[in-house]
């Protein structure tokens, strides 16, 4: 166990997506240092896992490359992935957090040349793009990783994989041997920005999803459409690339349901909006059907919701989806019932991208020390404590409003360090 002890006002950021980002670069700015951590091999969290932000659909290289550099450049910023908080001492102003920082098994002289990965015989299924494709044992998390530096899944190491990574590196970066560390730190106050994960579909029996290649989820879409995803941006039916003549899109996937996710997820009609984008892209006249119980896009977003509903091949039928059931054929067809006429449909469609809904990652993985969260797992924030929530670990936001929010908790924390 190594002591590092930060100076006085230090502020510790937990989870290393757009909001940890913001939080750290919004206090780090203005004077405070700042410790900031990501469980992950890289930052950039969801965000870099996207094909474009709404509504200018522009990629999220525009944000996140334009955050590396500031976070590179600034000396108060002290960074460190694949960590986790281990424990919380002491209180506000004066907080001891011992953090766990997973081997890597790639050291600091790794130039992310390829070549390790090159001779790796050994392959997982790659968990940025959903396990849609394989990736090597040895592999950058991803294209913009920052740190640009890969990472080894060791138990995924065949003996000959091993020796194989190991022997093909020409910069002596490759340690297996690589153990756990554990860091202590000062800090005045604590925010957590630890994000959202995409609510497991496979819970919502009645839509299939995982009993059929045709059915996929919003994030999925997302990695399907990216130039550096699964398919290299062609947006076709997994399994048997059939391009795409009709496809429906289920919204509140688990969302405003009391088996599953209670509230609304906010940004998942925004989502599939974006997406029909890239639909039409491709091909102009493939049918669009989108299932929804209400249609959420307040304020600035009702000229792009305006937009895609005046498309003449896209139906939008107001009423939550019963039953997918796969096709001989390798399609689908959707079973619901419109809210507005009664009438009962059944529609065939060649894929079906489900809008689930987003879910705090605090209560997936559970809080790590005692923490007040809601009956969602939302964070709550404890201004007396200096404890703050930001972004999606406070409710499910946008990004636009997750960076708003995260500034917000910046300012918060620095005023618990300057008491």
């Known amino acids: 166990m190594t002591d590092e002890q930060g100076t006085s006002g230090a502020i510790l950021v937990v989870g290393g997506g757009i909001s940890g980002l913001t939080a750290a670069l919004?206090?780090?700015?203005?004077?405070?240092?700042?410790?900031?951590?990501?469980?992950?091999?890289?930052?950039?969290?969801?965000?870099?896992?996207?094909?474009?932000?709404?509504?200018?659909?522009?990629?999220?290289?525009?944000?996140?490359e334009i955050n590396f550099k500031r976070i590179k450049a600034n000396r108060r910023i002290r960074t460190y992935t694949m960590t986790t908080v281990k424990s919380v001492a002491g209180g506000p102003g004066n907080y001891e957090v011992t953090l766990e920082i997973a081997p890597r098994y790639v050291n600091s002289n790794c130039t992310a040349c390829g070549d390790c990965a090159a001779a790796c015989p050994d392959e997982i299924p790659n968990a940025f793009n959903f396990g849609m494709n394989?990736?090597?044992?040895?592999?950058?998390?991803?294209?913009?990783?920052?740190?640009?530096?890969?990472v080894i899944e060791k138990a995924s190491l065949s003996s000959a994989?091993?020796?194989?990574?190991?022997?093909?590196?020409?910069?002596?970066?490759?340690?297996?041997?690589?153990?756990?560390?554990?860091?202590?730190?000062?800090?005045a106050s604590i925010i957590w920005a630890t994000g959202w994960t995409p609510y497991d579909a496979k819970k919502i029996d009645n839509l299939k999803f995982g009993t059929s290649d045709a059915i996929i989820?919003?994030?999925?879409?997302?990695?399907?459409?990216?130039?550096n995803g699964p398919t290299k941006g062609v947006v076709s039916r997994p399994g048997d690339g059939k391009a795409i003549d009709s496809i429906a899109f289920v919204q509140c996937a688990g969302s405003r349901d009391e088996n599953h996710l209670e509230y609304c997820s906010h940004i998942c009609c925004m989502a599939t909006f974006k997406q029909m984008t890239y639909v039409?892209?491709?091909?102009?006249?493939?049918?669009i059907y989108v299932f929804y119980i209400d249609l959420r896009t307040p304020g600035k977003y009702e000229k792009f919701r305006e937009e895609r509903m005046s498309d003449a091949n896209a139906l939008f039928i107001k009423g939550k989806v019963a039953?997918?059931?796969?096709?001989?054929?390798?399609?689908?067809?959707?079973?619901?019932?419109?809210?507005?006429?009664?009438?009962?449909?059944s529609q065939k469609v060649d894929m079906v991208v489900l809008a689930t809904g987003m879910q705090p990652e605090l209560a997936v993985q559970g809080a790590p020390i005692a923490m007040n969260l809601d009956s969602s797992g939302f964070v709550i924030s404890d201004m007396d404590k200096g404890i703050i929530a930001a972004g999606c670990a406070k409710k499910a936001a946008d990004v636009v409003t997750t960076t708003q929010s995260s500034t917000a908790a910046a300012l918060k924390a620095i005023q618990v360090s300057r008491r």
């Open 26 to 64: 919004e206090a780090a700015e203005v004077g405070n240092d700042v410790v900031l951590i990501e469980k992950g091999p890289s930052f950039g969290g969801r965000v870099a896992q996207l094909n474009k932000y709404f509504p200018k659909l522009c990629p999220p290289s525009c944000g996140l």
């Open 134 to 150: 394989m990736s090597k044992a040895a592999y950058l998390p991803h294209e913009m990783a920052f740190p640009r530096r890969y």
């Open 161 to 187: 994989g091993a020796e194989a990574v190991k022997s093909a590196c020409k910069y002596d970066a490759v340690d297996l041997d690589m153990k756990t560390e554990t860091v202590k730190i000062q800090v």
């Open 217 to 227: 989820t919003n994030m999925m879409m997302e990695r399907m459409a990216s130039a």
């Open 280 to 287: 039409r892209e491709q091909y102009p006249d493939a049918k």
């Open 323 to 345: 039953q997918i059931n796969s096709e001989s054929d390798g399609g689908v067809t959707v079973i619901a019932e419109n809210a507005v006429t009664g009438e009962k449909l």
